[in-house]
C-alpha cells in the first residue's frame, strides 16, 4: 500500500511521513490550517505557501516547509505535490505517487469554486482518501449566489428594522467566503476578534475582503446601526451578544452551515435564519469527485461513513471506512475553527 493508516494517522512507508497525523510525528504533511488537520508537536511540517501565514499563527515557532499547488517533491522513495482542495485558501489535496502507483488523500474538500479560495483540481488516481462529512443524499447545496443573495435580503430587512444581524460563521474559510460575496454596500461590517484576526492574516496575503471593524470592549455599537456582524458560532450563545441589543431591538440571529439543511439543527441552534452553506462537498460533489479521480480503490474518512461506504460499494468500488480524528464541520464544537484557539481542538 502506498499509505498505511496507523495510530498516528495517514502513513507513507516510502517516504516515511505522515499525512495530517493526530499524534505527533517526525515528517507532516498538512492539507490545510484547520485544528483538526495542522496539530501540534510534529517535528517537520509540509504545506503550500497559502496555507502556512495561518499554521504559523495557530501553532506559533514550527518548522515549516512550503511549496507550490503542483510542484513534484520527492520523499524518500515517495513523489508528492499539493494540488487545490477548494475547501479555504490554501487547501490541498496531497497526491502520492511509489513505484507508479498513486493515491490521494483529499483532506476536506467541495468542487464549487466559491471565488475566494482556489478552485477544487480533480487528480487522477488508482486509490481516494475521501472525506464525507455530507455524505448522506439529503445534502444538496443550492448555488453560492442564491444563499447570498438571501443573506444580503436577510440583512436588508433587519437593518429597516432598526436590528443587528448576527451571523455565525467558522473563523478560517466560511466567515471570509460570506464577506468576499456579501454586498458590503448595505452597512457596515463587524467581525469576532477570531475572525478579524484570520481577517488580517489573509488580507496580507494579498486576498481581497470589504472593510470590517474588530469588536473590541469600546467598540460604540450604536454608531454601526443595522450592521452585518460575523461571530463565531460559539460566541452566540454567551454574554458576547448582549452588545448588541435586548428586547424590541434584540439582533437577528442566524447560522451558516451545511448541518441548516436538517430541521433538528437548525431549532436546536434557535436561530432565527439558517443560511445553507459548507465549505465541503454535498453528496452530488462527493459522488462527482470520485468519479472524476478514475480511482478503483476508496477510503472514506469522517462523516456518514457506513451509509457512504455502502453506497460506494453498490457503485462498483473498492471501498472500505478509516477512523481518523477529523471531525469536518462540527457547529457544536465551532470554537474549533477559530484561528486563537488552542491549537489541539478539532475543527
Same mark, same amino acid.
Given at each position: 500500500?502506498?499509505?498505511e $493508516?496507523r495510530?498516528?494517522?495517514?502513513?507513507c512507508?516510502?517516504?516515511?511521513?505522515?499525512?495530517?497525523?493526530w499524534?505527533?510525528?517526525?515528517r507532516?504533511?498538512?492539507t490545510h490550517g484547520?485544528?483538526?488537520?495542522?496539530?501540534p508537536?510534529?517535528?517537520r511540517y509540509l504545506?503550500?505557501h497559502a496555507a502556512?501565514?495561518?499554521?504559523?499563527?495557530?501553532?506559533?515557532?514550527?518548522?515549516?516547509?512550503?511549496t507550490?499547488?503542483?510542484?513534484k517533491t520527492?520523499i524518500?522513495d515517495? %513523489? %508528492? +505535490?499539493?494540488h487545490p482542495?477548494?475547501?479555504v485558501?490554501g487547501s490541498?489535496q496531497?497526491?502520492v505517487e511509489?513505484?507508479?502507483?498513486?493515491?490521494? #488523500?483529499s483532506?476536506?474538500y467541495? &468542487?464549487t469554486?466559491?471565488?475566494?479560495?482556489?478552485?477544487?483540481?480533480?487528480?487522477?488516481?488508482h486509490a481516494?482518501?475521501t472525506?464525507?462529512?455530507?455524505?448522506l443524499?439529503?445534502?444538496?447545496?443550492q448555488?453560492?449566489?442564491?444563499v447570498?443573495?438571501?443573506?444580503?435580503?436577510w440583512w436588508?430587512?433587519?437593518q429597516?428594522?432598526?436590528r443587528a444581524s448576527?451571523?455565525g460563521?467558522?473563523a478560517?474559510?466560511k466567515?471570509?467566503?460570506?464577506l468576499?460575496?456579501?454586498d458590503?454596500?448595505i452597512g457596515?461590517?463587524?467581525?469576532?476578534?477570531?475572525?478579524e484576526n484570520?481577517?488580517?492574516?489573509?488580507?496580507a496575503?494579498?486576498?481581497?475582503?470589504?472593510?470590517?471593524?474588530?469588536?473590541?470592549?469600546?467598540?460604540?455599537?450604536k454608531?454601526?446601526?443595522g450592521?452585518?456582524?460575523l461571530?463565531?458560532? +460559539?460566541?452566540?450563545?454567551?454574554?458576547?451578544?448582549?452588545?448588541?441589543?435586548?428586547?424590541a431591538q434584540s439582533?437577528?440571529?442566524a447560522?451558516?452551515?451545511?448541518?441548516?439543511?436538517l430541521?433538528g439543527?437548525r431549532?436546536?441552534?434557535?436561530?432565527?435564519?439558517? $443560511?445553507?452553506? +459548507?465549505?465541503?462537498a454535498d453528496?452530488?460533489?462527493?459522488?462527482?469527485?470520485?468519479?472524476?479521480?478514475?480511482?478503483?480503490?476508496?477510503? #472514506? &474518512?469522517?462523516?456518514?461513513?457506513? %451509509? $457512504?461506504?455502502?453506497?460506494?460499494?453498490e457503485?462498483?468500488?473498492?471501498a472500505?471506512i %478509516?477512523?481518523?480524528?477529523?471531525e469536518g464541520?462540527?457547529?457544536?464544537?465551532? &470554537?474549533e475553527?477559530?484561528?486563537d484557539?488552542?491549537?489541539?481542538a478539532a475543527s
Amino acid at each position: 500500500m502506498v499509505l498505511e $493508516f496507523r495510530k498516528e494517522g495517514i502513513y507513507c512507508p516510502a517516504g516515511d511521513f505522515y499525512i495530517d497525523p493526530w499524534r505527533p510525528v517526525d515528517r507532516a504533511l498538512i492539507t490545510h490550517g484547520h485544528a483538526d488537520h495542522a496539530r501540534p508537536g510534529h517535528n517537520r511540517y509540509l504545506a503550500t505557501h497559502a496555507a502556512a501565514p495561518v499554521m504559523r499563527h495557530r501553532l506559533g515557532d514550527i518548522t515549516l516547509q512550503t511549496t507550490d499547488f503542483g510542484t513534484k517533491t520527492t520523499i524518500g522513495d515517495a %513523489v %508528492v +505535490s499539493f494540488h487545490p482542495a477548494g475547501h479555504v485558501p490554501g487547501s490541498a489535496q496531497i497526491r502520492v505517487e511509489v513505484g507508479g502507483e498513486v493515491w490521494v #488523500a483529499s483532506g476536506d474538500y467541495k &468542487t464549487t469554486d466559491d471565488g475566494f479560495s482556489e478552485p477544487f483540481e480533480p487528480v487522477q488516481c488508482h486509490a481516494f482518501i475521501t472525506e464525507c462529512t455530507f455524505g448522506l443524499p439529503v445534502f444538496k447545496w443550492q448555488p453560492q449566489a442564491v444563499v447570498i443573495r438571501q443573506i444580503n435580503d436577510w440583512w436588508r430587512e433587519n437593518q429597516a428594522a432598526g436590528r443587528a444581524s448576527v451571523l455565525g460563521a467558522y473563523a478560517l474559510g466560511k466567515a471570509q467566503r460570506i464577506l468576499a460575496n456579501v454586498d458590503a454596500s448595505i452597512g457596515p461590517i463587524l467581525t469576532h476578534a477570531a475572525i478579524e484576526n484570520t481577517n488580517e492574516i489573509l488580507r496580507a496575503q494579498g486576498l481581497a475582503l470589504p472593510d470590517t471593524k474588530r469588536i473590541t470592549p469600546d467598540l460604540d455599537i450604536k454608531a454601526n446601526p443595522g450592521a452585518l456582524v460575523l461571530a463565531t458560532p +460559539s460566541a452566540m450563545n454567551g454574554a458576547w451578544m448582549k452588545r448588541f441589543g435586548t428586547g424590541a431591538q434584540s439582533p437577528s440571529t442566524a447560522f451558516a452551515s451545511g448541518w441548516m439543511a436538517l430541521r433538528g439543527v437548525r431549532r436546536r441552534r434557535a436561530a432565527d435564519r439558517g $443560511f445553507i452553506m +459548507s465549505d465541503h462537498a454535498d453528496w452530488t460533489e462527493l459522488n462527482t469527485a470520485i468519479k472524476q479521480t478514475g480511482a478503483e480503490r476508496v477510503f #472514506a &474518512t469522517h462523516g456518514y461513513t457506513q %451509509v $457512504f461506504c455502502k453506497w460506494l460499494k453498490e457503485q462498483g468500488y473498492d471501498a472500505a471506512i %478509516v477512523e481518523t480524528e477529523f471531525e469536518g464541520e462540527n457547529l457544536d464544537q465551532a &470554537t474549533e475553527q477559530t484561528t486563537d484557539q488552542p491549537a489541539e481542538a478539532a475543527s
